[in-house]
């Protein structure tokens, strides 16, 4: 136990480097309540059900979409992410990880759930959880890949994905997150090397070894779902140069190839299905990672707020997901683009919205920004502070908390990362 007042996070620029953990747990009883209200009554078809989400412990679409299923009926949760614990320099707090703490408070309120802070492009981790299935006699129906990852670890190599364009080099007016300035953004061509190494990381390759190890230990249940989270986002240069034309998008393709091939044989199987599922851009830690990304959800944002489009958070997307599974009368199956994937970005690529966001880039130069634009970049700060328990309303920073709340087996916590 630590308790210690906290009152500001230690962060530099993008990088914050301490949570709060009475924000997170604010943050996450809160998305539970939005939650239990839009499914006032359980799914039928969710109900009973168990999901192994990968990638379910930080502010995103893994823990949203969990909270969602979990609401929509789901009676399971077994969790899996990269976390380490908080560390202190002298008694002070010198890192906290968000995903501590969120998953601290899920499993306070889901009781029974499981979580695992591994490395889950380990081979030794899917071992693990697999053993632990088998003798725990769970099954599962839905597998949810929601892994963002810079890097992964496999046969004892090791690749980074390369945030880069491909083909030409692409010079872009971006936004600063500190100065609120419009700056000039040039994106390298990612080398083929970059571009296969991307794929590694990103692509749909340990995807592929989960789900052939949920399928060859006999614990894919009957009906057995596979979805892989994705983004594609408009087709208005550059963002589509950026990202679904980029590297990145490289792997996001691979991951479609993936699914498509796990469909064919689940469909034949187990009456299953597997698909890629576009869910819309958002506010998290992977998407500000992307360069010029921050440029465009500040305008997305920005334009929804001057009463154009609509922005849905990730648990909305996540409530979206789980209607969309686990509806009366699959409506999934008639939310399939011509390629098999589940299609719940057309918020986001609404034509009226597009073509405003789209106007603020054309208008962009290095300098101040257009009033959306800065509009549109507060609400963007705010939102990503929240997903370190940061600026949430009502939360009083001056109470001293406990950075350290216990963690571990009799929480429901697997810790398979070496200290
Ligand atoms: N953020 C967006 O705008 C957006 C839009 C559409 C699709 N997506 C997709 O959704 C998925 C999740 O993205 P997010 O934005 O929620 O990201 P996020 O950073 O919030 O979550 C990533 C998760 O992956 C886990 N992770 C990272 N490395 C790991 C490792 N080695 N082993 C185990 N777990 C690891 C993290 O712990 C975390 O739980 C990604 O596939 C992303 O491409 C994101």
Redesign the pocket.
């Known amino acids: 136990m630590s308790v210690q007042i906290l009152n500001s996070p230690r962060a530099r620029g993008l990088m914050v480097l301490t949570a709060h953990p009475e924000g997170c747990r604010v943050l996450a009883e809160r998305q539970i309540a939005r939650a239990k209200a839009a499914f006032t009554k359980p799914l039928a078809a969710a109900e009973g059900k168990t999901a192994l989400i990968?990638?379910?412990?930080?502010?995103?679409?893994?823990?949203s979409t969990a909270i969602a299923l979990k609401e929509a009926g789901f009676s399971k949760i077994i969790g899996?992410?990269?976390?380490t614990p908080p560390t202190f320099r002298k008694e002070k707090v010198a890192m906290a990880p968000a995903?501590w703490y969120l998953t601290a408070a899920l499993h306070n309120a889901y009781p029974g759930q499981r979580t695992y802070f591994?490395?889950?492009?380990a081979d030794e981790t899917r071992d693990r959880v697999i053993a632990d299935l088998k003798e725990a006699g769970d099954g599962i129906d839905l597998l949810l890949?929601?892994?963002?990852?810079p890097r992964?670890t496999h046969l004892g190599e090791t690749w980074s994905s390369a945030l880069k364009v491909i083909g030409e080099p692409l010079d872009v007016v971006g936004l600063d997150y500190s100065s609120g300035e419009h700056k000039e953004v040039s994106l390298e061509p990612a080398s083929e090397l970059e571009i296969e190494q991307t794929r590694r990381v990103?692509g749909g390759d340990d995807l592929d070894l989960w789900a052939n190890a949920l399928l060859y230990a006999g614990l894919a249940n009957p009906g057995f779902k596979v979805a892989?989270?994705?983004?594609i986002g408009p087709e208005f240069e550059p963002l589509r140069r950026i990202y679904w034309d980029g590297a990145l998008g490289g792997a996001?393709k691979h991951i479609d190839e993936t699914t498509r091939s796990l469909n064919a044989r689940l469909d034949s199987g187990l009456g299953g299905a597997a698909f890629t599922s576009m869910?819309?851009?958002?506010v998290?830690?992977?998407?500000v990672a992307i360069p010029a990304m921050l440029k465009y959800i500040a305008d997305y944002l920005g334009v929804v707020d001057n009463g154009v489009g609509v922005y849905d958070d990730?648990l909305e997307v996540g409530i979206n997901f789980a209607r969309a599974l686990y509806g009366d009368g699959e409506p999934w199956r008639n939310m399939l683009d011509d390629e098999g994937r589940l299609r719940l970005d057309a918020k986001e690529l609404d034509p009226e919205l597009q073509t405003a966001i789209g106007a603020l880039w054309g208008d962009a130069k290095p300098g101040a920004v257009p009033e959306r634009t800065a509009r549109g970049l507060e609400l963007f700060k705010k939102e990503f502070m929240q997903l370190f328990g940061w600026q949430v309303d009502g939360v009083d920073y001056d109470v001293p908390v406990d950075f350290s709340p216990a963690l571990g087996e009799d929480q429901g916590v697997v810790h398979l990362i070496a200290e």
């Open positions: 990968l990638g379910s412990t930080t502010f995103g679409y893994g823990s899996l992410g990269y976390e995903g591994a490395d889950g492009f890949y929601s892994v963002a990852a992964r990103m892989s989270l994705s983004y996001k869910n819309p851009a958002v998290t830690g992977a998407s990730p």
